[in-house]
């Protein structure tokens, strides 16, 4: 699919940014009134710190403990602890889609930058597309994990 | 007939690499007869697949499902219609959702109870805490990329335990397909039907029932007659392909009371007296190559209640 940007200039309907603490886990809803019919929509996501950049004996402990508390795994080596925090540990953060309570998509995938494009009977995997939008627009952001404090992100609705 | 079924696959709709056209071709290229399209948290290639079978009549049928990914564990929903929400799940009371898609005539289970979460892979563990298991259908037993014994060994011991306290729950299998992986000698789940049938009645009638094989070729087959009062067990060849039949197997029923344990000829038939099992009312047949170890686990079949 073509990003709009190469075609269409969509309007900015809103925009909202946060900062999560490390630990939180649930869901932040955002809900847009479209005050006019739209035939093109954008939602964009995005968000920083999703992988850890630095290794502590602290974090290493931390890790280690986890595996023993949650899996009974007795000394897991510390060289796979090191490589799970740099490579597999990441804050995961997904979006969700509804128009007037209907379900209109869900980006899950593991990127710090994604759009949720509706555009000329088409939309981004994970979305469904729609011929119009009007009424109410609730972007829900699903927050699975969040590894390091003051993890920022912002969210825009666009639309034409 | 005996019908194979892959009932936990992705695509590109959520993070697979496999388009749903992709899926589709993968899906024929083993002789699979039915798949299933559980993408996390969106229904949004239901209407793809469609379009793609209608377009070539591919000789497959779909299962329309998703995986509800929450943070506490993933709930496989097969023959899901429309999307239900889940975000608002309460790990303490995860049966409200089980009942709000059950309502929408979804069958439900849990996938791959045991796989490791956090600090693994946050979400993929069932943390969430079942007070009342007749809410859920099924359970993946054998999620085929998961570790053998970490993860796919205590998923079947909490089928087996839950199955012998008496709850009425099938057992499932599936591939949690993200690329374009083999099947070779991987488990896939089997249930009855007929040729040309109606693929998602006759899913919920094979959950319903309990009447669901998953196998990794072979399928136990079981015969009990009330009038004579005995069990009848043999073994039918089945069309997943790379699987190397031998000639003989061990044939194992679990019970509360234990394992009992008997040889089974590939072509021959076992015949066992019901009076054997003592009190013992649940039986869970399973069938084995040269051991009883899980590396030799062939087939778990239907359970029997006496």
Partial sequence: MKKYREENIMQELYRVGGTLNEGFVGQISYTVCLETEYKNLDIHFIFDKQHHTAVTNELIAKVRRTCYDNYGIVDYPQDKAVDLILGEMKTEIHTLATLNDEFIGCIHRQSTDRHMLYQNGEATEGCIPQTAFSGVLKVTVLVFNVILDNTNYILSVSAE | ?306
């Avoid at chain 2, 496989?76 to 429309?82: G, H, Q, Y």
């Avoid at chain 2, 306290?165 to 397909?177: E, I, S």
């Avoid at chain 2, 394992?259 to 084995?288: E, H, M, W």
């Fill in chain 2, 1 to 306: 007939m005996y019908k194979r079924l892959e009932l936990h696959n992705h695509t590109t709709e959520s993070d697979s690499s496999l388009t749903c056209q992709e899926l589709v071709a993968h899906m024929l290229s083993d002789s699979v007869d039915a798949f299933a399209l559980t993408d996390h948290n969106t229904i949004s290639g239901h209407r793809k697949i469609r379009a793609i079978l209608q377009e070539t009549g591919a000789p497959i049928d779909c299962i329309y499902g998703m995986e509800y990914t929450t943070y506490y564990g993933h709930i496989l929903c097969l023959n899901l219609e429309e999307y239900v929400p889940w975000e608002n799940i309460n790990r303490h009371r995860p049966e409200l959702l089980f009942a709000a898609a059950k309502e929408k005539g979804a069958l439900t289970g849990i996938a791959h109870p045991f796989s490791y979460g956090d600090p693994f892979a946050r979400g993929c563990r069932f943390e969430m805490t079942v007070t009342d298991y007749s809410a859920v259908d099924f359970i993946e037993i054998f999620n085929n990329p998961e570790p053998l014994h970490e993860v796919n060994e205590p998923g079947l011991l909490l089928w087996e335990n839950l199955v012998l306290k008496g709850y009425r729950l099938a057992a499932t299998c599936g591939m949690d397909l993200h690329g374009k992986w083999s099947f070779t000698d991987q488990y896939a789940t089997f249930i009855e039907g007929e040729k040309n049938g109606d693929i998602a009645s006759e899913l919920a009638e094979a959950i319903h029932s309990c009447r669901t094989w998953v196998s990794r070729g072979p399928l136990l087959i079981a015969c009990f007659s009330p009038e004579e009062n005995t069990l009848t067990f043999s073994v039918q060849k089945s069309t997943k392909p790379g699987f190397v039949y031998p000639d003989s197997y061990q044939l194992v029923i679990r019970t509360v009371s234990g394992d009992k344990t008997f040889p089974l000829q590939a072509s021959g038939s076992v015949r066992l007296c019901a009076d054997l099992f003592g009190n013992d009312r649940i039986l869970i047949p399973k069938l084995y190559g040269n051991t009883t170890a899980l590396e030799d686990l062939y087939c778990v079949s239907p359970v029997i209640t006496l």
